[in-house]
């Protein structure tokens, strides 16, 4: 039995960090597993524009205690309007890695997305041509579609018709969550990857009912049913470059989750790591962490991989309740219970 793993640092390819004092109590926790991050722009007002970007990075900066080693890459909000000059001009200055496609009201602070994907084309068509990656949130939002069909139907309306049309556009479909979603990703070439959280890969949408509601279970795209969540565990475990690991951690204070209409989002930073390692082991896979969360990443966007190291042990670890961090009170995943896997 292994009782300790010592892989290069991983990268987080998608993760939420907020602004304010959201920012301060977060980030440091992203910061401490991660050596980069692609952080998500879906703020209010959402980072629309390289000045925007360049402005939220250094306030990231700010929030990290001083000598942090840690790189966040900036994304761009797509919007209806999106400025191809600008979005190509900040990529090309290094402000940018890639640009995020949100549906209109898919999700946190989404109002502002795109609603028709043919009013962003010439966008697209651009970064096709320099060799921008696009970022999708991959869920129609028609109120007629089962909340738990939209990542599907979106594959067969959206995401089909995209690949015909921009066939070398570099694609990562965000946080997916299932059986087609792999199913297609394995079908396309190697310009289309996919990102896996922790927590759709414990969760299937019985924890959102476990005993009563868990809005702390709550997420979009929302888990779905066991048959998917053992595809994303097959996927994530596989070996496949076109999998890597993106946490999609979400945090609200718990006044936010815990309300009438509480937020979407599970705030897995703190203990990330930790929780993929569980999985792996599970699968019998813990051989094929390191490149899943160090090495597919980094290959698809075209960047180097850390030189760093980091080990883990085999060790109890229990999460607590619920966390205070900079004036913010959070629920992390895993509340309650106890991991098996520490960072030395």
């Known amino acids: 039995m292994t009782d300790t793993i010592t892989i290069r640092r ?21 910061a401490r597993q991660f050596a980069r991050a692609i952080i998500m722009p879906n703020l209010s007002p959402p980072v629309t524009t390289a000045a925007s970007a360049a402005a939220y990075r250094d306030r990231i900066m700010a929030a990290l205690p001083e000598g942090t080693d840690f790189t966040p890459l900036m994304t761009c909000y797509l919007t209806d309007d999106a400025d191809a000059d600008d979005i190509a001009a900040g990529h090309a200055a290094g402000i940018f890695t890639a640009a995020k496609l949100y549906p209109a009201n898919a999700t946190t602070n989404s109002a502002h997305g795109v609603t028709d994907v043919a009013h962003i084309m010439p966008v697209l068509e651009r970064m096709q041509d320099i060799g921008m990656p696009l970022l999708v949130h991959g869920e129609v939002t028609d109120g007629d579609i089962d909340i738990f069909d939209r990542e599907a139907v979106f594959i067969e309306r959206v995401l089909k018709q995209l690949i015909a049309a921009l066939p070398d556009l570099k694609i990562v479909f ?6 087609q979603a ?22 299937n949408r019985n924890a959102m ?11 979009l795209p929302v888990a779905k049913r066991e048959q998917h969540r053992l595809a994303l565990r097959k ?5 496949s470059p076109k999998y890597f690991l993106g946490t999609d951690s979400a945090p609200h204070e718990i006044h936010a989750k815990l ?5 979407a989002g599970i705030f897995n930073a703190p203990y990330a790591l930790e929780s993929y390692a569980a999985v792996f082991e599970e699968e019998g896979a813990l051989d094929r962490l390191e490149a899943f969360a160090s090495e597919h990443g980094p290959n698809f966007y075209g960047l180097p991989l850390n030189e760093a190291m980091v080990s883990l042990e085999r060790s109890n670890i229990h999460v607590p309740d619920d966390m205070e961090s900079a004036g913010s009170r959070l629920v992390p995943f895993h509340a309650g219970s106890d991991l098996h896997w520490r960072i030395l």
């Open 209 to 219: 009912f476990a005993g009563g509601i868990r809005p702390h279970a709550y997420c």
């Open 182 to 203: 792999v199913q297609f990703v394995d079908s396309c070439g190697p310009n289309i990857a996919a990102t896996i959280t922790p927590h759709h890969l414990h969760i």
């Open 259 to 263: 309300s009438a209409c509480g937020c």
């Open 235 to 239: 996927a994530a475990t596989s070996g």
């Open 10 to 30: 991983p990268d987080d390819w998608h993760v939420h960090l907020r602004d304010g004092a959201m920012l301060e109590a977060v980030a440091p926790f992203t």
């Open 174 to 179: 965000e946080h997916i969550t299932t059986e």
